[in-house]
């Protein structure tokens, strides 16, 4: 070191130890508001994003349900052009019919085997390792 350096206003040999602890909690205080202040900005535009795109998926979902059944309205009208309108419509309304009853029973399936809604394997495995650890205390 030089006696320039020492001379020069600022540098970190003419300022106490507590001043310089004192600026850097300052600093440091400062960056952390400033960080937080950066996170809610980027929290608050994704959180922007979420919702036109959740409203984007529920208008593609509804437009979704309008197509199907438009495209149930079509196959009932070429069904017709070889049949009486009403035995199209009835023949449409019993394959859907069937499709829902079999939606649902599969449905129906998966919730019975996820019920009881425990996690029964952990809980066995709580058991066997407080049985394992009370085992050994009594050694």
């Given at each position: 070191?030089t006696?320039?350096d020492?001379?020069?206003?600022?540098?970190?040999a003419?300022e106490?130890?507590g001043d310089l602890?004192?600026?850097?909690?300052?600093?440091?205080?400062?960056?952390?508001?400033?960080?937080?202040?950066?996170?809610?900005?980027?929290?608050t535009e994704?959180g922007?994003r979420?919702?036109?795109?959740g409203?984007?998926?529920?208008?593609?979902g509804?437009m979704?349900?309008?197509?199907?059944?438009?495209?149930v309205?079509?196959?009932?009208?070429?069904?017709?052009?070889?049949m009486?309108?009403?035995v199209a419509a009835?023949?449409v309304t019993?394959?859907l019919?069937?499709?829902?009853?079999l939606?649902?029973?599969?449905?129906?399936q998966?919730?019975?085997?996820a019920?009881?809604?425990?996690?029964?394997?952990?809980?066995d495995?709580?058991k066997?390792d407080?049985?394992?650890i009370?085992e050994?205390?009594r050694?």
């Amino acid at each position: 070191m030089t006696a320039d350096d020492s001379a020069r206003p600022g540098s970190s040999a003419q300022e106490p130890v507590g001043d310089l602890v004192q600026r850097a909690s300052q600093q440091l205080s400062q960056l952390v508001r400033d960080e937080m202040r950066l996170a809610q900005a980027e929290m608050t535009e994704k959180g922007k994003r979420f919702g036109k795109g959740g409203g984007l998926f529920g208008g593609a979902g509804l437009m979704g349900v309008l197509t199907l059944q438009a495209l149930v309205a079509t196959v009932i009208a070429a069904l017709s052009l070889v049949m009486d309108v009403w035995v199209a419509a009835l023949i449409v309304t019993g394959v859907l019919a069937a499709v829902t009853a079999l939606m649902a029973a599969l449905g129906k399936q998966q919730v019975s085997k996820a019920s009881p809604p425990t996690p029964e394997r952990a809980v066995d495995s709580v058991k066997a390792d407080v049985a394992e650890i009370k085992e050994r205390a009594r050694r």
